[in-house]
């Protein structure tokens, strides 16, 4: 199964970048990687997607090396509303066709004033 | 702008008593998916349907029953509920589950067993 593992929390300021990293060593061929984030009493939400090298949007950036066993959600100048918890999935490639993510606990960021 | 949308968003219930959860998207997805949260454990699939007139087990089907309605529309049905399924259910959907299409998720629905 493709278990993915993070820190359970990180601690940062306003104005800071944040970088998460999670590692999946049973990362299968055609997986991509998808970070969510999700605040207090809300449904997790779609940050960033990406297979391989970098890939870059509005919110966040995403560093994935050749070997694809972990990647590195890259989070510019946080501030208090980027309190949230991050999860990193990706596919089960035991799954055959029907994807089934697996959801780990996520990394707690606290950014403080 | 709706998304995805559950009703209830809160809920208690008396052990045995029965309830169903309702899920509606309006963005044409394929896909949806029932998922629970506790804490310390993450989300854990509970059902999902590939598409209208399939549904699927997930890690812990035990004890819930799903409809797939039509193809806006799954609804998650507790038939006796017990304590151990106080939680918080996310209904979730995305274009297909062959691809590595996002999910986009509901607010939840918090139920609680008494």
């Known amino acids: 199964l493709a278990k993915t593992t993070q820190p359970i929390s990180m601690d940062s300021y306003e104005g800071q970048e944040v970088n998460i990293t999670c590692s999946h060593n049973?990362?299968?061929?055609?997986?991509?990687i998808t970070w969510y984030q999700q605040f207090p009493s809300q449904g997790p939400r779609f940050i960033i997607q990406?297979?391989?090298?970098?890939v870059t949007n509005e919110v966040a950036s995403l560093f994935i090396p050749a070997d694809r066993k972990s990647s590195t959600l890259s989070l510019p100048r946080v501030s208090l509303s980027d309190t949230a918890v991050y999860y990193c999935?990706?596919?089960?490639?035991?799954?055959?066709?029907?994807?089934?993510?697996?959801w780990g606990l996520g990394t707690s960021l606290a950014v403080n004033p | 702008n709706a998304g995805v949308t559950q009703t209830p968003k809160f809920q208690v219930l008396k052990t045995g008593q029965s309830m169903t959860l309702q899920c509606a998207q309006d963005?044409?997805?394929?896909?949806m998916y029932w998922y629970r949260q506790d804490p310390g454990m993450g989300l854990r699939l509970i059902y999902y349907?590939?598409?209208?007139?399939?549904?699927d087990k997930g890690e812990v089907p035990n004890g819930y029953n799903v409809s797939r309605l039509n193809k806006r529309e799954f609804s998650l049905r507790l038939e006796s509920a017990a304590p151990s399924q106080t939680s918080v259910y996310f209904c979730?959907?995305?274009?297909?589950?062959?691809?590595?299409?996002?999910?986009?998720f509901g607010d939840g629905t918090r139920l609680s067993i008494l």
């Open positions: 979730a959907s995305n274009r297909d589950p062959y691809s590595n299409q996002p999910q986009h």
């Open positions: 963005m044409n997805h394929n896909s």
């Open positions: 349907s590939a598409s209208e007139g399939t549904t």
């Open positions: 049973n990362i299968a061929t055609n997986d991509y």
């Open positions: 990406g297979y391989k090298t970098k």
């Open positions: 999935l990706v596919g089960d490639p035991n799954a055959g066709n029907n994807r089934k993510l697996i």
